[in-house]
């Protein structure tokens, strides 16, 4: 299955305006905003657990990051309510679910192979800097290496940002809206820009709160299914 699989193209994507579809566990649902692959795939997805739904225990091959949107994602790991931000790194294992129900953004099989960097952060709790070279951007730092940079960032209304995307960028915006180009992005729209290319965006009346992650659409592979 192929979902916004062309890399090279700009991409907007406005998850709420999505139909839910069930994912082969009974009470786990997805919205698809790009996929490489079938169950075993490259993949950016919204997952929606229904309350005291769960998956089987399972590896996490590729690795698996998400924020949770809503609700409290569980696993013996913790609980993790909205706002926490989560990185299992390749070979890692758990068993997810949700007692009261929960709403995540999920990337899976986009990890280096050998990070074994395990995140566990509260994006409430970390704390913000103002960006010099961007009036109205507050910045917090979530996970930056040799292959990508991963943060939040607060703009302020009307603020204009500018982002450079020059090895790709993904936008999720957590609370707000923006425009960017001819698109109006609001609550859980997610924008992904190709190699080369540019953020140039106009914080809303409200401001916004987003999730960035960039340079890491250098090299896109599908995920690697064992024999």
């Known amino acids: ?3 916004n699989a062309n890399f090279s193209t700009r991409v907007v994507v406005h998850s709420e305006e999505l139909e839910w579809i069930d994912s082969p566990m009974p009470g786990v649902r997805r919205r698809m905003l790009d996929r490489i692959g079938d169950e075993v795939a490259r993949a ?3 997952v929606q657990y229904a309350p005291n739904s769960k998956f089987s225990p ?5 690795g698996e990051e998400f924020i949770v949107l809503d609700g409290v994602f569980q696993d013996e ?6 706002g926490s931000y989560i990185r299992n790194p390749p070979e890692s294992s758990h068993t997810p679910g949700s007692a009261p129900g929960c709403t995540i953004f999920v990337k899976l099989w986009q990890f280096a192979m050998d990070d074994r960097t395990n995140i566990r ?4 709790k970390v704390g913000g800097v103002s960006d010099s070279a961007r009036p109205g951007v507050i910045i917090s730092p979530l996970y930056k290496d040799e292959h990508e940079e991963v943060r939040m960032e607060v703009w302020a209304p009307g603020a204009q940002v500018h982002i450079d995307a020059q090895a790709g960028a993904e936008v999720l915006v957590l609370e707000g809206s923006f425009e960017e180009g001819i698109d109006t992005l609001v609550k ?7 190699l080369g290319g540019e953020i140039n965006a106009t914080a809303g009346k409200n401001g916004a709160r987003v999730w960035i ?4 659409l250098r090299e896109v592979k599908p995920p690697i299914i064992k024999s």
Do not use: E, Y
């Not at 952060?121 to 409430?124: E, L």
């Not at 992650?213 to 890491?216: I, L, R, S, V």
């Open 188 to 194: 859980h729209s997610w924008l992904r820009v190709p």
């Open 44 to 46: 950016t997805t919204i």
């Open 121 to 124: 952060t509260d994006m409430n």
């Open 58 to 62: 399972h590896v996490h091959t590729g």
């Open 77 to 82: 790991h913790g609980d993790f309510p909205v």
């Open 213 to 216: 992650k960039t340079d890491h």
């Open 1 to 3: 299955m192929n979902v």
